[in-house]
């Protein structure tokens, strides 16, 4: 095959089979993919790792046979392949080559600690714990929570917006944000891999924010020190604008585009909510003009949250 790539069946953390591209060197198969644009235009690859239940060195994930179907093997299979689902739609809907842009290799861990009941970027790779299968299983089992990790990376060559207060909850936000255009059967964020022994509960609601503890209107913002200033509670604030604007212009990937031009080309390390209102208006004026439609649904959409 070209490069050694293959396509391999794999089961993931829910034990649902699913197609993975892996890679044939030295007599084995690794769970690297070669098959995304990067590959042809920087050699950079999509390559997932175990951090074997440690928090300092991760190990390559190889395979004899490449029929991945391990019991250790599912949280990797599902961070590969949701990896590549974020890869594809950044590539094919947004016309973004990798989070910088510019084919950048996507580096995953997994199973990282001990019944760790979270997952992160780290700043040059994500990271993701198996849970202790009571409040969370392997965190990588969720599509959302894939694309919210490396949605960070994205933000961080994007605008930038720094990780506190309200340009923290917006850095949030848009990481829910574009993880609900990805995983769009829902308005919720890391239901798949959250509580699984109680059904309907999730971290978040972007709907219906108050159903897990966020506040959805600028009049009920939390004042904090605590989360870098309440990143993971204000966020419910701009969630629920997106939500808002989402269902009244009928197009998630609309919203989603919005959102990332204004990300990419209008916001900043320091903007704070007002000035993500004015940025998705300027990138949805650029996209579809200010007499659109949906230019009067989006001020409505920060209105209806209290933000102007
Ligand atoms: O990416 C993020 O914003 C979160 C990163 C949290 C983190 C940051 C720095 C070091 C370690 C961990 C991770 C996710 C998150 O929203 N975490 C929340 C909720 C949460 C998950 N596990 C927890 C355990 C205890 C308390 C809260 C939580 C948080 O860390 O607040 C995103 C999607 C799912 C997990
Ligand atoms: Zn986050």
């Known amino acids: ?3 050694h790539v293959h396509s391999a069946t794999g089961v993931g953390v829910r034990g649902d ?3 993975i591209n892996t890679t044939y060197k030295n007599g084995t198969y690794y769970m690297e993919d070669r098959t995304k644009y990067m590959y042809s235009q920087k050699g950079s690859t999509i390559n997932t790792y175990t951090f074997n239940n440690g928090t300092s060195s991760q190990y390559y994930m190889t395979d004899a046979d490449n029929t991945w179907n391990a019991s250790t093997q599912r949280a990797a299979v599902d961070a590969h392949y949701y990896a590549g689902k974020v890869y594809d739609y950044y590539y094919n809907s947004l016309g973004r080559n990798s989070y910088d842009g510019n084919g950048h290799a996507i580096i995953s861990g997994v199973r990282y600690s001990s019944r760790y009941n979270n997952a992160f970027w780290e700043g040059t790779q994500m990271v ?27 933000t961080e060559y994007t605008s930038g917006l720094v990780y506190s207060y309200q340009s923290g909850a917006l850095n949030e936000s848009w ?12 308005w919720l964020i890391g239901e798949d891999v959250y509580t699984p022994g109680i059904s309907g509960d999730a971290l978040r609601s972007m709907s219906n ?5 966020q506040p959805a209107h600028m ?6 020190s605590s989360d ?27 919203a989603g585009k ?3 031009t204004a990300s990419r080309d209008y916001m900043t390390s320091s903007t704070n909510f007002s000035g993500a209102r004015a940025a998705t208006l300027s990138a949805c004026a650029a996209l579809y003009g200010s007499g659109s439609s949906y230019y009067t649904s989006l001020k409505n959409a920060w209105s209806a949250v209290g933000v102007y």
């Not at 009049?219 to 904090?224: E, L």
């Not at 309440?230 to 808002?244: E, L, M």
């Open 209 to 213: 924010p108050a159903a897990e503890g």
């Open 219 to 224: 009049n009920q913002y939390v004042n904090t």
């Open 228 to 254: 870098n200033g309440g990143v993971h509670t204000n966020s419910g604030i701009p969630n629920k604008a997106f939500y808002n604007f989402a269902t009244s212009i009928g197009s998630r990937s609309i």
């Open 175 to 186: 990481s829910d944000a574009m993880a609900s255009v990805m995983d769009s059967n829902d």
């Open 258 to 260: 919005i959102w990332y």
């Open 128 to 154: 993701y714990g198996d849970g202790d299968g009571s409040t969370f299983i392997a965190l990588s089992g969720a599509y959302d929570v894939v694309a919210h990790e490396l949605t960070h990376a994205v």
């Open 17 to 19: 089979t699913k197609s």
């Open 1 to 3: 095959a070209v490069n």
